[in-house]
């Protein structure tokens, strides 16, 4: 690949200006201008609906759903139902608005033994507020017992670019993606403040010992990689042991990136976007040091919520990720190119439903869950399609 942005190409343009004649870097932004038409290769089912503002999802060994609705709390789906109103019992002080609410829930790995859970949330209020992690014991009614095992700092003082999504290692630590509080965007590249960057911790929410920064002065333990504007889609794969995250561009420049413990992923030094209202943010879309990405998207999708497949119901669809997309809604499906390491496009599914898509998980019986950003929103799983 010559340049990342090469690998966008195909996605649909859609024309944004703020002046009559585009600039240089507009026009670099608008390069893509060939249609990948949707294609349905699998079918949907609606599992439930009614729900507000979805935001995640977790699945518990005996068959039960936990799923965060951005501004109200965590919900139980049993036995394929909605349970009525949130769980009681889950984190309070929450700061829910715009971007800002319930974010991820997760399981902890000896779920079976000790029933704990852990729900990403944005806590304070409008003048100063943090992504914050909670935990505690979902008891099959309510969640009980809990605490919140780490909150980010600085505060920032306004609600967007909270990150929040959660994923569990294989050595029982866990990751959090802390975005960069939307006006705050120098300090992704400050070691000193977690906003901005992806942080791994143990499960009583510490900084892991072996995290790359624990020894370096002036440098927070907990911070894992840097450099990030809004990540929220955090996923690892189990065949190959690689960690590959999402964040959200500016106008233009959503990334994939694969993720590699002390590195630096550019933001806002390097991007592939401009900003809003057409100015440029950085002249440089790569420089010495900094990890360059798997996959640019330009124009933005909004991406929201990350999958890789390595079930056994789709047999073609093996190693390749899935991706939401918020401003797009659809879901993007993609794969490695043989002999670049980057990632091309293969379809754009569901294209037809029309609906923002928040979040996609890899189910335990192999088939893909999608929730839509909504109200009222819904609960799909993707099957095979009959033939």
Do not use: C
């Not at 699998?42 to 439930?48: C, G, P, Y």
């Amino acid at each position: 690949m010559k340049h990342a942005i090469a690998i966008a190409a195909g996605l649909v343009f859609l024309a944004v200006s703020v002046a009559a004649t585009p600039t240089t870097r507009e026009r670099a932004v608008a390069i893509d201008k060939v249609v990948i038409a949707p294609t349905e290769s699998a079918d949907l089912e609606r599992l439930v609906t009614g729900l507000a503002f979805p935001w995640s999802l977790a699945f518990l060994p005996d068959g039960d759903l936990l799923i965060t609705e951005k501004y109200a709390g965590v919900r139980l789906v049993r036995n394929g139902v909605l349970v009525p109103g949130v769980l009681a019992g889950g984190p309070t002080n929450v700061f829910a608005k715009e971007d800002s609410g319930f974010l991820d829930v997760a399981v902890d790995p000896d779920f079976e033994r000790n029933r704990t859970v852990y729900v990403a949330f944005a806590e304070g209020d409008e003048t100063a507020n943090h992504t914050a992690v909670w935990k505690g014991v979902f008891d099959g009614r309510a969640l009980a017992g809990g605490r919140v095992i780490f909150r980010s700092r600085p505060d920032k003082a306004e609600p967007s670019h909270p990150g929040g999504r959660l994923l569990f290692l294989s050595d029982k630590t866990f990751l959090l993606t802390i975005g960069d509080g939307y006006s705050y965007k120098a300090a992704a590249q400050d070691l000193g403040s977690h906003l901005g960057k992806i942080v791994r911790l143990t499960r009583d929410g510490a900084a892991a010992p072996d995290n790359p920064f624990v020894d370096r002065a002036g440098a927070a333990p907990e911070v894992w990689t840097y450099g990030h504007r809004n990540p929220q889609g955090l996923a690892l794969d189990p065949a190959t042991g690689d960690i590959w995250e999402h964040e959200h561009g500016p106008r233009g420049g959503d990334e994939i990136n694969r993720l590699r413990a002390g590195a630096n992923y550019g933001w806002p030094v390097v991007t592939h976007g401009i900003d809003y209202d057409g100015t440029i943010i950085s002249d440089r879309t790569f420089a010495p040091e900094i990890e360059r990405s798997s996959f640019i998207w330009m124009p933005s999708i909004a991406p929201s919520g990350l999958a890789v497949y390595r079930g056994r119901a789709f047999a073609d669809w093996d190693g390749k990720l899935f991706v939401g997309a918020l401003a797009a809604r659809n879901v993007v499906r993609l794969r490695m190119g043989k002999d670049t390491g980057f990632f091309i496009e293969d379809e754009r599914m569901f294209a037809p439903l029309k609906k923002r898509i928040r979040d996609v998980r890899e189910g335990p019986d192999g088939l893909l869950y999608i929730l839509t950003d909504e109200e009222p929103g819904e609960l799909l799983r993707v099957r095979p399609k009959l033939r």
